[in-house]
């Protein structure tokens, strides 16, 4: 197991996610779109930068909004909305490109942003879940132990 500091922690997952998901993406676009990875692979690399630069944004609106709020806690109704919001923003910015890219109408790209979205659902579970076993975190974020 390996304690890296939070920062570093954080670029070594985007670093690593991101470089499974446009190899996992390419061969998941080869297959949807009938197309090679010549073609699929500056796809991939597009929204995978896309999905990185929205997530920041995103997530600071979200968080500034929160503050303002006075979130306290993010409840299920929270999270969801995070979540939906989210992945709403990005199927808005895919779907122009998936149909430009592979001249497809709108019903295609969907689809492919569809096949995508489930394809990451699992994804990232699996990989945080393995990542955090790998790269554990600094012990002042773990509780401190309870004295009996």
């Known amino acids: 197991m390996i304690t890296?500091?939070?920062?570093?922690?954080r670029l070594v997952y985007v670093a690593v996610f991101e470089i499974i998901a446009i190899i996992s993406s390419t061969y998941i676009l080869m297959m949807l779109s009938g197309s090679d990875a010549a073609e699929s692979l500056p796809v991939a690399v597009m929204v995978?930068?896309?999905?990185?630069?929205?997530?920041f944004l995103y997530n600071t609106v979200f968080?500034?909004?929160?503050?303002?709020r006075q979130v306290a806690a993010r409840t299920l109704l929270i999270r969801s909305v995070h979540a939906i919001g989210f992945e709403g923003?990005?199927?808005?910015?895919?779907?122009?490109?998936?149909?430009?890219?592979?001249?497809?109408?709108?019903?295609a790209a969907f689809m492919m942003e569809a096949a995508l979205l489930l394809y990451f659902l699992v994804y990232t579970f699996i990989f945080t879940l393995v990542f955090d076993k790998i790269f554990t975190l600094p012990n002042y974020y773990k509780p401190a132990a309870t004295s009996s």
């Open 4 to 9: 890296l500091s939070p920062l570093k922690r």
């Open 48 to 55: 995978s930068l896309a999905a990185v630069i929205w997530n």
């Open 63 to 68: 968080e500034a909004w929160e503050r303002r």
């Open 89 to 107: 923003g990005l199927v808005l910015i895919c779907l122009p490109l998936y149909m430009l890219w592979y001249d497809v109408g709108l019903v």
